[in-house]
């Protein structure tokens, strides 16, 4: 059997919103390291392999790969550990840990983690660290001042779910714009809501402040929520 659960050096798998192990320093986003518990036992396949993987969701036996070898050259009393150096498909977000065991026989064994971290990298654009949101009828309103540094656009998310595993809406605005309207929402759901700039290759910044906020037909009657602090000085 497997069993395996990711953990944060820095950071609580279920901190929501908070991203403790990402600072800015220097106008950089400083990459964390990360660890994968886990335990696999595959006693008559002395070549059996093991892989290491993060996935932005639980499903499909896939992601990106981190690390891995053969079974028997691991001590599953010692964490795998990586980080996000050498990564460059990594884009800063919410992933599941993945191991995979292939004894060569047999299908491949997976085992994901129950909850996802937050895991970011060097190079990315800088993140908006100001936003403010209301509620509307069956839309939210937000709006947020530009920082410094390269990118082309910003990309407003939008979700029901506190770890933005699932993207409900995503709007593209163009950079020099500060507010965007978000609508066909609906009223009494409460949604997540966060502002990220984007490169000319799509590449993100980090979610650096995140809002809960329920659209209501009846405007104002919902305050947002603010669920995570901007993060600008390294500790």
């Known amino acids: 059997g497997i069993r395996a ?7 609580k798998p279920e901190a929501l919103g908070v991203i403790d192990n990402q600072a800015a320093k220097g106008g950089e986003i400083q990459p964390g390291a990360y660890k994968i518990d886990w335990y696999a036992v595959d ?3 002395p070549d059996a392999e093991i892989s290491f993987l993060i996935d932005k969701n639980n499903t499909g036996n896939d992601g990106i790969h981190v690390g891995g070898g053969k079974l028997a050259d691991f001590d599953f009393n010692e964490p795998f550990k990586f980080d ?16 995979a065991v292939d004894d060569g026989r047999n299908p491949v064994q997976f085992s994901y983690t129950e909850a996802p971290i937050w895991i970011d990298r060097d190079g990315a654009p800088k993140p908006v660290t100001t936003m403010r949101s209301r509620a509307g009828n069956n839309k939210v309103i937000v709006e947020w001042d530009e920082p410094e540094g390269d990118f082309s656009h910003y990309n407003v998310h939008v979700s029901t ?22 609508e066909g929402l609906e009223n009494g759901q409460p949604y997540v809501i966060s ?11 980090a979610m650096m402040e995140i809002h809960r906020v329920t659209p209501t037909q009846i405007p104002g009657a919902t305050k947002p929520l603010i669920i995570s602090n901007p993060i600008e000085t390294a500790t």
């Open 84 to 99: 996000t150096d050498h990564l460059p498909s990594v884009r800063p977000g919410f992933y599941y840990g993945v191991v």
């Open 161 to 182: 779910s506190d770890k933005f595993d699932v993207m409900d809406k995503s709007v593209l605005v163009e950079r020099g714009r500060k507010s965007a309207m978000v």
């Open 43 to 45: 006693e008559d396949s």
């Open 195 to 205: 502002v990220v700039t984007a490169d000319e290759d799509y590449f993100e910044s």
């Open 5 to 11: 659960e990711l953990a944060s050096m820095t950071q």
